[in-house]
């Protein structure tokens, strides 16, 4: 099994296009969207607003459907796949990191992250959710809920969230957005060495061109369309 992730590629979209209505008419997202990404790696996509970076994201996790094209994640084909069976391949291969940290204001911390061990058959949750946040550096902010933490904090709890399932794909969307510089560069840090202890595969959209830079590969969207995919290129040690 651990062969074959590595010859196959974790995500695969050929030919992906997603359309909108809108009051003007239908509105074209993504345009014929070729995408293939390896294990392991960790990918940039950048571009300026409204070029299609979120919707990219959002197909990827199975949460926007297609008008055209076909996306698979592990091999799966997402098409063969109802609403039930892609909250399950998600909840069992996804960890997702929003710009905005989407916690449930009225769970702690760890009731949290938490939330998406209790779609898998994971034996003792809180053991792991434990771990998870002692992972992240809030061991000792468990029982806080969302509203007695910082930023920064709440970002962290959903990192820990997102990868307590130990997901095979991260996908983060500006997940320093609504964080001062310093405290954003210590999420990253955090989330660049956990994707590194894990060896999942990241898909990382970012504004920050030296965020980027970080990555194996930096993939440019304009308009819907990939404008550059970039080579894979080795990344010195951080």
Do not use: W
Request: with cysteine; proline share 4%.
């Amino acid at each position: 099994m651990e062969h074959s992730l590595k010859q196959n590629p974790v995500i695969l979209l050929e030919d992906v296009h997603v359309t909108l209505p809108s009051r003007a008419g239908p509105v074209a997202i993504l345009r014929g969207i070729d995408l293939r990404i390896q294990a392991g790696d960790a990918i940039a996509v950048v571009g300026p607003s409204g070029s299609g970076k979120s919707t990219l994201l959002m197909v990827i996790a199975g949460l926007e459907r297609l008008t055209g094209g076909s996306v698979a994640v592990q091999g799966i084909d997402y098409a063969v796949l109802d609403e039930d069976g892609l909250a399950r391949l998600r909840a069992a291969n996804i960890g997702i990191v929003f710009q905005s940290f989407h916690l449930v204001p009225t769970m702690t911390a760890l009731e949290n992250v938490a939330l998406p061990l209790e779609f898998l058959d994971h034996g003792d949750i809180f053991a792991a959710s434990r771990a998870a946040l002692a992972e992240v550096g809030l061991a000792h902010r468990e029982s806080h809920f969302p509203g007695q933490l910082s930023g920064g904090e709440q970002q962290r709890v959903a990192l820990a969230r997102a990868l307590a399932p130990r997901p095979a794909l991260i996908l983060a969307d500006e997940p320093t957005g609504n964080l001062d510089l310093a405290t954003g560069a210590q999420v990253m840090d955090l989330l660049f060495e956990l994707k590194a202890r894990t060896g999942a595969t990241l898909l990382l959209i970012t504004h920050d061109r030296s965020l980027a830079k970080r990555c194996d590969r930096i993939v440019s969207l304009a308009d819907g369309r990939i404008v550059s995919a970039g080579a894979k290129r080795k990344v010195a040690a951080s």
